[in-house]
């Protein structure tokens, strides 16, 4: 009777494929499946030809299996953007309905940053300050960058990001280095700004900078998608058209959810060439309307009626 050790996680049996042999002390697997142990190099040797066919079909099936898993994390509606910390709202999709604020590292909504702001005995301030700490914009190239290397240090990830994008673009009197404007986007990323993966994988696709690879293009992307980055989700699906256009539809339902009127467009001309249904296409508006309803709000309209670099939709 085959045994298990107790400290083999994995479930495999700790009885050797070739021998027989029972014990903890058969910790040699298989290089290529793990799914069969041996007692020793001889025993995995021996067994080689008679295991060749499970060997494959069990790889074939994990394969698949990742695969699987993989599709199901890639397709499912990711977590909705965060809201903007000063109406509560959600935050709008497009990048003219949000702004960066240096001083502080948060991202307000276009309507709150073009509101007046009031003091504490509720008057209007006059003068520009930050909508969310009051701080009055920086005087300087040189008191933008002091703030944003501050708040890089404390780990703020939006900074890290912006910190990046100035390296990249060759900004605010840095020459353009695309290798550290990547370690930071990498920074950011991983304190969760979907973002810097969307940026590290457009880099990669178009050869900017560094060397043209596809396969790290399409994982950062799907990483940026994953992680809620509309835009990413767009890229995928235009990919997706040439070769599996239900792919493609399903990334384009999920960006149209979080708002990407580009992707509603593209779900009409699948509609209009009978790659995508009709029922497809309403799905798709009632699903673009319900983003309008929860971003709306009269005072990003007055914002964005005063000025195009308002728009939020």
Known sequence: MST?????????????????KEGSDVTNSCNKCKSVMYCNAACKKKHRHKHKKECEEHRRLAAERAAEIHSEELFKQPQQSEDCPICFLRMPYVVTGRRYQ???????????????????????????????????PARSNGELIERVKKLVDTGNANAIYNFGNYHFKGE????????????????????????????????????????????????????????????????????????????????????????????????????KTSHATKDDYAKALNAYQSYLDEIWSDQRNEAAEYNDQYKYY
């Open 4 to 20: 298990t050790d107790d400290n083999n996680d994995s479930g495999i049996s700790n009885t050797c494929a070739n021998c027989g």
């Open 102 to 136: 240096s001083c502080c590292g948060k991202v307000v909504c276009s309507g709150c940053v073009y509101a007046p702001v009031y003091d504490d005995q509720g008057n209007v301030v006059t003068k520009f300050t930050c909508p969310f700490c009051r701080t009055p």
């Open 172 to 271: 605010h009197g840095y020459p353009q280095d695309i290798t550290m404007a990547l370690e930071l986007w990498h920074r950011a990323a991983e304190l969760g700004h979907s973002r810097a993966y969307y940026n590290i994988g457009i880099t990669y696709n178009t050869g900017d900078g560094v060397e043209l690879d596809e396969k790290k293009a399409m994982y950062y992307l799907e990483l940026a998608a994953m992680r809620g980055e509309v835009d990413a989700r767009y890229n995928l699906g235009a990919l997706e058209e040439t070769g599996n256009i239900e792919n493609a539809l399903k990334h384009y339902m999920i960006a149209v959810r979080d708002g990407d009127n580009e992707s509603l467009k593209r779900i009409q001309v699948l509609c």
